[in-house]
């Protein structure tokens, strides 16, 4: 009897086995998966220490969380309509321009740029940003991802006809530290926009990038970026180092000092300048 209880329990655990096998083997076999996909994209995150020496690997791990990240926003778009106002006691229609709020997907615009500046999307975006920002930005979100933030990146290298198509708050199409040519162009970017890709709805991301801001904002020293304008522009992220940030956040000690750095956050840097000067 015991030998039969035995055989009928090693059968058993034999068909489990088995019956695993073939449904990996068969959701291996699916395209529409969505176990392969999830493995994919989060094999270049979950490597932490290989990109030290690699900058291949950085600027992958980097366009790993541009393509994880919904392009979305909410602008704000004029609207002129009709309405009646009482004048001196007669009923008239006039046009009156208001504000109303939408939601625009701005995915199209990089590959756009891309396409324009005849790169693929992936060299534009990433690697139109300086070199050292890009080995900045990148350990400043893998400690982002360790602390279960999630981090996601919605822009990186802007030109200035991207920044042309760019909405809401922006710089003029050539002083954008993204990249507009006064500050050098592609190579220099020393800007990219960050965001939470937490959640299942835009009000949950939303509540999560604000998580994440703020933990910016927290450990921007040990981090090497640092929020420029807070709340007039939440994802907007830069070196600590760079002109932007230290025309807004920096503390010199005298109002000379600050009257400099605001000088030097208009003209740009001079060796970009000077480095724009010279024939490619």
Request: proline share 4%; charged share 30%.
């Amino acid at each position: 009897m015991r030998k039969l209880c035995y055989a009928v329990g090693v059968g058993l655990v034999m068909l489990i086995v088995a019956r695993a096998a073939l449904k990996q083997h068969e959701a291996a076999g699916d395209p529409t998966a969505p176990a392969e996909t999830s493995v994919t994209a989060s094999s270049q995150i979950d490597r932490v220490d290989e990109c030290i020496d690699s900058q291949a690997c950085i600027d992958s791990y980097l366009w790993s969380l541009y393509e994880r990240t919904r392009k979305v926003d909410t602008v704000r778009v004029p609207e002129q309509i009709k309405v009646a106002v009482k004048r001196k006691g007669k009923i008239k229609i006039v046009t009156k321009t208001v504000s109303k709020f939408v939601v625009e997907d701005f995915g199209w615009k990089d590959p756009d740029a891309a396409e324009k500046a005849g790169m693929a999307t992936q060299d534009y975006v990433i690697s139109g940003m300086d070199r050292s920002f890009r080995v900045t930005l990148y350990r400043a979100l893998r400690a982002l991802d360790a602390a279960g933030l999630m981090p996601g990146i919605t822009s990186g290298f802007r030109d200035n006809y991207r920044q042309t198509i760019a909405t809401g708050r922006r710089a003029s199409s050539d002083r954008s530290y993204h990249g507009g040519s006064f500050h050098g162009g592609y190579g220099h970017g020393h800007a990219a926009d960050i965001v939470s890709v937490k959640g299942e709805t835009r009000a949950d991301r939303l509540v999560s990038s604000n998580v994440l801001w703020r933990w910016i904002d927290t450990h921007e020293k040990e981090l090497g970026i640092g929020r420029p304008y807070r709340d007039r522009d939440p994802p907007h992220v830069g070196p600590l180092d760079g002109w932007e940030y230290l025309a807004h956040r920096g503390e010199p000690k005298s109002q000379a000092g600050k009257a400099r750095l605001a000088d030097r956050a208009r003209h740009g840097d001079k060796n970009h300048q000077a480095e724009k000067k010279k024939p490619s």
